[in-house]
């Protein structure tokens, strides 16, 4: 399960600022703190369930960022 974390925290940015609407300062924001997150190697410092719950948080700030 810590390998599949490390995969999901492991994509590349998706271009969530690329694609928000003009003006959207919370995905402005989101990209911008995706742009300065630690390296995924780090991943494997964090316990389970935070990894998880910062994947999960990504999944759907990139979803609403589209």
Excluded: K, N
């Excluded at 630690?38 to 999960?56: K, R, S, Y």
């Amino acid at each position: 399960m810590r390998c599949a974390m490390a995969a999901v925290l492991a994509i590349p940015l998706t271009g969530c600022a690329a694609t928000m609407g003009d003006g959207d300062a919370g995905c402005a924001s989101y990209a911008e703190a995706r742009l300065a997150r630690p390296p995924a190697e780090t991943v494997a410092e964090v316990p389970p369930v935070w990894a998880d719950w910062i994947a999960d948080l990504d999944d759907r700030m990139t979803g609403t960022c589209r």
